[in-house]
């Protein structure tokens, strides 16, 4: 739906005028390209309620639709460049980023490469987005963007570094003379940066995600001794993929960045061959910059594993608002995906087969899908319900192949004041955790999940259920209290549980505090006769992954009685070991060899 505010004749007139460009803005990318017509604002009030406060034009990935405030394009004095405005948001879509996958991803890079400075990741990814469009645009198809930085350097008056970078790797760009868009004095260090960023958008033209960590290492020396709230607030009036992901799904694979190492473009083959970036520009980038780029504090290293609230800071920058638990929930499902095992199953002596046996009465208490029509039609040509409806009876015979039943999980994760806040600090526990659950559900398994703590300090599902978000909302929780493992779920779990119901195996990921298990339950049970009972119910066994300080403790008493009982433990000597243990459990006890014990 066309919003279509206009009111004075003055705004007619302009309007008519931006949409008259809108097709041809279309057509200088793809003749293919459809997006929906641009939401038009024309007052504060519309601008605050589509997010266009600070800047007079943005782009939206839920709708694929762009943002324009002819309002503050009017007080820009940017009328007259409906096709060049329009052309560059249009490239936001169909170019860099092109979707939130790609967004997200470059973000993540940039966080890398701006340690203590993350907070302006998206600034500089935007920043490098702008590069890349800008000069397709100018070199292609000759458009007029020098004059519209032109325009906002005369309204703003930036004289920050980065932004005197930023310009005048412009000049360079399209061969400007110097001055006419950087207003800022560059030492020759700092002209050889503004040198090697021209290089990168020409040589990262068609791979824009892959120059985003080289840029943000480039840029970084200009950030960080800068007041960054003061640096954005500066750069907001052309931030037009802020909150670009609002109103989306979390796309899968944000963290899928590969493995690789931020270079400064100094650094960069790529960008200098084989020599010097002197060699190329006549200039020598900062050494400051070469230095940052090659510490150990750009990038990390390979595979780097990042730290639940960096995942949460990229949702944030996108636009994508929730909670540190819901966002906990998020991160570790994308981490565990990859690492995902056939869970274990159990075979029966024969498969049971459906057996219709006859009819009987439908009553309006039934499930309604349970109604056979055609027989009901047949009682009586008008069915009254409960009268003349009907449904069928079935039973079942024996198969001639074997039936593979699901092992049903309970899990039990210790979070204790040792176990780190999952939503801050990356937790092999949680991940682990979150692998064995998502391939027990994908054998079609119930899950009961359970945090324990101290005494009366847990956090389980209600039963054994099939729900992935309940399931790892449990497990990304936090309780950081005492130690003490909680024998009464055990008991409510088992007690009462029959024989025909499927068998469940029961895990427990702890460290040496899981010898609370032999205390006595609140109502005086013994821990350890609790355990045996519901091992024997359980019918599925029982294992304990033990993160152990001491190697004395798999021979203490404890430890042996447990094992008499039938519970299989494995130490691990870091919580990093874990992971692999997750791996390897389907074939512990059920698949084709067992796992090593240690």
Same mark, same amino acid.
């Given at each position: /739906? ?9 705004? *007619? ?26 939401? &038009? ?21 839920? %709708? ?12 820009? $004095? ?21 979707? +939130? ?14 340690? =203590?400075?993350?907070? !302006? ?74 040198? +090697?960023?021209?290089? /990168? ?6 791979? &824009?995600? %892959? ?35 609002? $109103? ?8 899928? *960045? ?9 650094? %960069? ?8 970036? !002197? ?14 780029? =090659? !510490? ?43 690492? +995902? ?35 009901? *039609? @047949? ?97 990304? $929780? ?34 040496? $505090? ?29 294992? @304990? ?16 009685? *447990? ?11 870091? &919580? ?23």
């Amino acid at each position: /739906m066309r919003t279509r505010e206009a009111k004075t004749a003055t705004e *007619v007139e302009l309007l008519e005028a931006w949409l008259a460009s809108w097709p041809e803005a279309l057509a200088i990318w793809s003749p293919y390209t459809r997006l929906n017509e641009p939401k &038009w604002s024309f007052s504060a009030a519309q601008e605050k309620q589509d997010g266009l406060e600070q800047s007079f034009a943005a782009i939206r990935i839920n %709708d694929h639709r762009i943002l324009i405030s002819l309002r503050q394009i009017q007080e820009c $004095g940017l009328q007259d460049y409906s096709l060049e405005i329009l052309a560059h948001e249009i490239g936001h879509h169909v170019f860099c980023p092109g979707n +939130l996958l790609e967004a997200g991803r470059a973000l993540t890079i940039a966080h890398r490469a701006l340690p =203590t400075v993350e907070a !302006s990741a998206a600034m500089v990814v935007n920043l490098w987005e702008d590069l890349l469009i800008n000069d397709r645009l100018v070199r292609v198809h000759d458009q007029r963007h020098a004059e519209i930085y032109e325009r906002l350097n005369r309204r703003t008056r930036s004289s920050t570094k980065l932004w005197g970078l930023y310009m005048r790797a412009y000049e360079i760009l399209w061969g400007l003379e110097p001055g006419r868009l950087c207003r800022v004095e560059l030492k020759n260090s700092e002209e050889g940066d503004a040198h +090697l960023a021209a290089r /990168m958008v020409r040589v990262y033209g068609k791979d &824009w995600l %892959d120059g985003v960590g080289g840029f943000a290492a480039l840029c970084f020396p200009y950030i960080k001794g800068e007041d960054q709230e003061a640096l954005r607030k500066e750069y907001r009036a052309l931030f037009d993929t802020n909150n670009m992901g609002e $109103g989306c799904e979390v796309p899968l694979g944000i963290l899928e *960045v590969g493995d690789f190492e931020v270079r400064h473009p100094s650094c %960069d083959p790529r960008i200098v061959g084989r020599g010097s970036a !002197s060699e190329d520009t006549d200039q020598e980038p900062s050494s400051e910059t070469q230095e940052s780029a =090659t !510490s150990d504090s750009i990038g990390g290293g390979p595979g780097q594993t990042h730290e639940p609230f960096v995942f949460g800071q990229v949702l944030e920058a996108l636009g994508l608002k929730m909670d540190s638990h819901d966002m906990a929930v998020k991160f570790y499902r994308e981490k565990a995906l990859p690492h +995902l095992i056939r869970f274990p199953t159990q075979e029966t002596e024969e498969s049971q087969e459906p057996l219709m046996e006859g009819l009987e009465p439908w009553d309006v208490g039934h499930p309604m899908d349970e109604v056979d029509w055609m027989q009901s *039609v @047949m009682v009586s040509p008008r069915p009254i319900p409960g009268m003349t409806t009907v449904r069928r009876s079935w039973g079942v015979m024996g198969g001639q192949e074997r039936d593979r039943v699901p092992l049903d999980l309970d899990l039990y994760v210790d979070c204790s004041g040792s176990i780190p806040n999952p939503q801050r600090t990356f937790s092999y526990l949680t991940l682990a955790g979150a692998i064995v659950v998502l391939s027990a559900l994908r054998t079609g398994a119930r899950v009961q999940a359970t945090l324990w703590s101290g005494r009366g300090q847990f956090d389980t599902t209600a039963g054994f259920v099939s729900d992935e978000t309940a399931l790892l909302r449990v497990l990304t $929780g936090y309780l950081g209290g005492g130690t003490s493992f909680p024998n009464h779920i055990l008991r409510k779990t088992y007690r009462e549980r029959e024989e025909v119901e499927r068998p469940v195996h029961i895990l427990i990921l702890s460290d040496e $505090g899981i010898n609370t298990m032999e205390s006595d339950d609140e109502l005086g049970n013994p821990g350890l006769t609790i355990s045996k009972m519901a091992l024997d119910k359980a019918r599925g066994g029982g294992t @304990m992954v033990l993160n152990l300080y001491r190697e004395s403790f798999l021979r203490c008493p404890f430890a042996k009685r *447990v094992q008499e009982l039938g519970w299989e433990m494995f130490a691990v000597k870091d &919580w990093s070991d874990l992971l692999a243990f997750s791996r390897e459990f389907s074939r512990m006890k059920y698949g084709r060899g067992k796992a090593r014990q240690s």
